[in-house]
C-alpha cells in the first residue's frame, strides 16, 4: 500500500486527510470526508501512481526481463525504441499487482495450479515492430497434461479480474453468514480464464516460388508453426501447418512458364491456396481457424472448425481459396519476396473440476476463513474428513432407511386397495343372491336399519293401485 506515494509497511498507521491519494494493489483511490471533498489534480495523481508503481523493486525489472525474452522466428530479437518501451512498461507495471493478486485469490478457491505471468507479445513473428507490440497475460494450468497456456489481452484480463473479485466477495459473505454459495461454473477460474480463442502461434512461409507458377515442393508442405513471441516461450515446439499453393491455367487453359521475374510482369496470376490441417500443436483445442494477409492488406480467414465431440491436437481445416491478380506489378512481385505469415488460432478443451468452487468445498471453506483471519471451528463445527465421512455415512443409512419405509408403505397401500376391491365385489355377489332385484341398495338400507328398498314389481303394483284410485275421485 502507498500513501501521497509513500510505502506503508506492515502495521504502519497513518492518519489520511482529504485529497490523500492511496494507492492498494493496482488500484488508485482519493480520500474524501463528507462536507470536506477536496479537489486534486487528476493527472497529477496518474503521474504519481505511475512513478509509485514504476520505482517499485517488485515490479521495476520485469520489464526488462519481458524484453530480453520478446524474440521473432529464428531468434530475432524484436527492438523498441525509449518511447514505445515506456508506454509499454507503463502498462505491464499496471498488470502485475492483479496478476499476483489474482493468483492468491485462485488459490483460495482451490485452482493452486493455475499461474500468471504478465509478458510481452508480438503479433507478427518476422517483422515485429513498435505497433505489433503489446502486454498480455500468460495464463498455465498445471494441471492439465499437456500443460495449458492461454495469453489475454489487458481488457480480457481485467474483465476476468473484476467478476473473480465478486464471486471472492460473495463466498467470504455467505462463510461469515453461514450459508451457502457455489461459484457458477461460468465464473470458475478455469473456465473464465481458458475457455477463450486466442493466437497460439504462427506459421511463416516465403512464396518467392510463386513469381515462377511453381507448385509448393512436397518437402515444404509442412510450416512450421512458432509460438505466439512472447517471453520465454520460443522454445516450445509449436507444432507444423499444412499448405499447398497449386498454380492455375489462365483462359488457355494453361499454365504459363515463368524464368524470371521480368516475364511476369503484366501478365494475370492466379494460385489456389489450401491450407488442411494443423498438426501436433502444442495443446488439445475444440476449435480452431487461421489468418493471413494477402497483397494489398485484405484479411483472410479460415471456417472456424469445431471439435466439441473429439478435441484434437492435429485439427483438420480443409481451407481453399483462388487468389488472383490480373495484372502483375513490380509491388507484388516485392510482396511475393517477403515472408506470409499465417496466424493460428485455437480455443482449449475446457474440463470442469471435479470439485466445485463453493462454501461447501472443505479446502475452499478453510483457506477463506483463514484468510479472513478466523478458526473455522468459530464459523461452523469442525469438518475434518473422519467426522464428514461419518456424518455422510449416517445420512445415507436414514436415507436407506427412509427408501425402504416408503416402499413398504406403498406395497401395503396396493394390498388395502385390493382388498378393498375383492371385498366389494365380494359384497356385490352376496347382495344380487340375497336380493336379487335391488342388489347394493338393498345391503345399504340393512346396513343403517333401514327397510329394503322395494323391488321392481312392488313398484308396478303400487302404481297400478294409485291409478285406480285416482279414477274413482274423478268420476
Given at each position: 500500500m502507498f500513501v501521497n506515494g509513500n510505502k506503508i509497511k506492515s502495521g504502519q498507521e497513518v492518519n489520511l486527510n482529504a485529497g490523500d491519494r492511496v494507492i492498494m494493489g493496482a488500484e488508485l483511490f482519493v480520500f474524501q470526508t463528507p462536507g470536506n471533498a477536496v479537489?486534486?489534480?487528476q493527472d497529477l495523481a496518474v503521474s504519481e501512481y505511475r512513478e509509485t508503481m514504476a520505482d517499485?523493486?517488485?515490479y521495476k525489472d520485469q520489464f526488462k526481463k519481458a524484453t530480453r525474452g520478446l524474440q521473432g522466428a529464428g531468434g530475432k530479437e524484436v527492438s523498441l525504441n525509449s518511447g514505445d518501451a515506456s508506454s509499454l512498461e507503463g502498462q505491464m507495471v499496471e498488470i502485475y499487482p492483479l496478476s499476483v493478486e489474482l493468483e492468491h485469490l485462485c488459490m483460495l478457491m482451490d485452482r493452486e495450479y493455475v499461474?500468471?505471468?504478465?509478458v510481452l507479445q508480438s503479433d507478427k513473428v518476422t517483422k515485429a515492430g513498435k505497433d505489433d507490440c503489446s502486454v498480455k497475460v500468460k495464463v498455465i494450468n498445471r494441471?492439465?497434461?499437456?500443460?495449458?497456456?492461454?495469453?489475454?489481452?489487458?481488457?480480457?484480463?481485467?474483465?476476468?479480474?473484476?467478476i473473480l473479485c465478486d464471486e471472492l466477495y460473495f463466498l467470504r459473505d455467505a462463510v461469515q453468514a453461514e450459508e451457502q454459495y457455489v461459484v457458477p461454473f461460468e465464473h470458475d477460474p478455469i473456465n473464465l480464464l481458458f475457455d477463450a480463442t486466442f493466437h497460439v502461434g504462427t506459421a511463416v512461409m516465403f512464396p518467392e516460388f510463386l513469381v515462377y507458377n511453381l507448385e509448393t515442393d512436397a518437402s515444404e508442405k509442412q510450416l512450421e508453426v512458432f509460438p505466439a513471441a512472447a517471453s520465454g516461450n520460443q522454445d516450445i515446439n509449436a507444432g507444423t501447418l499444412e499448405v499447398t499453393w497449386t498454380p492455375l491455367p489462365g483462359e488457355d487453359g494453361k499454365v504459363v512458364d515463368i524464368g524470371s521475374e521480368e516475364e511476369l510482369l503484366g501478365k494475370p496470376w492466379k494460385y489456389k491456396v489450401h491450407i488442411k490441417q494443423a498438426l501436433q500443436l502444442s495443446m488439445i483445442c475444440d476449435i480452431c481457424y487461421c489468418e493471413y494477409e494477402f497483397f494489398g492488406g485484405d484479411l483472410f480467414a479460415t471456417e472456424a472448425v469445431e471439435f466439441d465431440e473429439?478435441?484434437?491436437r492435429s485439427p483438420v481445416l480443409d481451407y481453399e481459396y483462388v487468389h488472383?491478380?490480373?495484372?502483375?506489378?513490380?509491388?507484388?512481385i516485392a510482396w511475393l519476396k517477403e515472408p506470409l505469415e499465417i496466424k493460428v488460432y485455437i480455443s482449449l478443451d475446457v474440463k470442469k473440476p471435479k470439485a466445485l468452487v463453493s462454501t461447501e468445498n472443505p479446502k475452499v471453506y478453510d483457506l477463506i476463513c483463514k484468510d479472513l483471519k478466523k478458526p473455522a471451528a468459530k464459523v461452523r463445527p469442525d469438518t475434518g474428513s473422519k467426522e464428514l465421512e461419518a456424518e455422510m455415512q449416517e445420512l445415507q443409512r436414514k436415507l436407506a432407511a427412509l427408501v425402504a419405509e416408503n416402499a413398504e408403505i406403498k406395497k401395503a397401500n396396493k394390498r388395502l386397495t385390493m382388498q378393498k376391491r375383492i371385498a366389494m365385489a365380494a359384497a356385490r355377489d352376496a347382495g344380487m343372491k340375497q336380493y336379487p332385484e335391488t342388489g347394493m341398495a338393498a345391503i345399504a338400507s340393512a346396513a343403517a336399519n333401514e327397510p329394503a328398498p322395494p323391488t321392481a314389481e312392488a313398484e308396478k303394483k303400487t302404481e297400478a293401485n294409485g291409478k285406480k284410485s285416482s279414477a274413482c275421485v274423478v268420476q
Open positions: 479537489d486534486i489534480d517499485h523493486s517488485e499461474d500468471f505471468n504478465v494441471n492439465e497434461n499437456p500443460v495449458q497456456v492461454v495469453y489475454l489481452a489487458t481488457f480480457e484480463f481485467k474483465r476476468c479480474y473484476k473429439r478435441p484434437t488472383s491478380v490480373e495484372c502483375v506489378t513490380k509491388e507484388f
